[in-house]
Structures are given as C-alpha cells and as structure tokens.
Nanobody, 114 residues
Framework: QVQLVESGGGLVQAGGSLRLSCAAS????????MAWYRQGPGKQRELVAT???????YYADSVKGRFTISGDTVKKTVYLQMNSLKPEDTAIYYC????????WGQGTQVTVSS
C-alpha cells in the first residue's frame, strides 16, 4: 500500500503564499510522476498540477501563472508553491503518484480569507 503525507497548509490572506509538501512511500510498483489535487467545499476533487519526466508539467487553467509544481520522482516528493492566492483556492489539497494510487492521504487544508 502507498502512503501519502501532505503538509504545509494553513490560513492565509488573499494575495498571500503557501508552499505545500508531499512525500510518498510504501509499495510503489510504478511511478511516472506526481500530482496535486484539491477538493473545495461542496465540490468534487479536481486536478491542480502534475509533474512527469515523461510528459512534463501540467497546470489547471485556474492556477496557471500562480502555482508552481516541483518534485523528484526518485525521492517520491512533490511540492506546490502557491502564490497570489485567492479565496476560491480554499480547499483540501491532496497529492498522489502517477498513475494514481487508490489510497489517498489526509490532505492539507488551505484556507484563503478575503
């Protein structure tokens, strides 16, 4: 089983920044990259960004230009630098490996006040 541990969330004012961290461990058979997802209040989980040595970097349109994903597939760590945060970025942020593990971590809460 894969263990995913996210950290770095918190409460920040609009326009502020946060840096999220994630580490994956356990029985990882195959890993092509890593990704960040988020689930806002009353919303479905959505993809935020991915990083892959094979496919490069992807950002959702809603975060493009404000968020930066980085990571190391060998070390199985991924980071998300979030700048110019908006209230609509409020969500629980989760990471996962690519292809996705069926098990998810607890996530880290990001709250952006207006």
């Amino acid at each position: 089983q894969v263990q995913l541990v996210e950290s770095g969330g918190g409460l920040v004012q609009a326009g502020g920044s946060l840096r999220l961290s994630c580490a994956a461990s356990g029985s990882i058979v195959s890993i092509n990259g890593m990704a960040w997802y988020r689930q806002g209040p009353g919303k479905q989980r959505e993809l935020v960004a991915t990083i892959s040595s094979r496919f490069g970097i992807y950002y959702a349109d809603s975060v493009k230009g404000r968020f930066t994903i980085s990571g190391d597939t060998v070390k199985k760590t991924v980071y998300l630098q979030m700048n110019s945060l908006k209230p609509e970025d409020t969500a629980i942020y989760y990471c996962n490996i690519l292809p996705n593990s069926p098990s998810w971590g607890q996530g880290t809460q990001v709250t952006v006040s207006s």
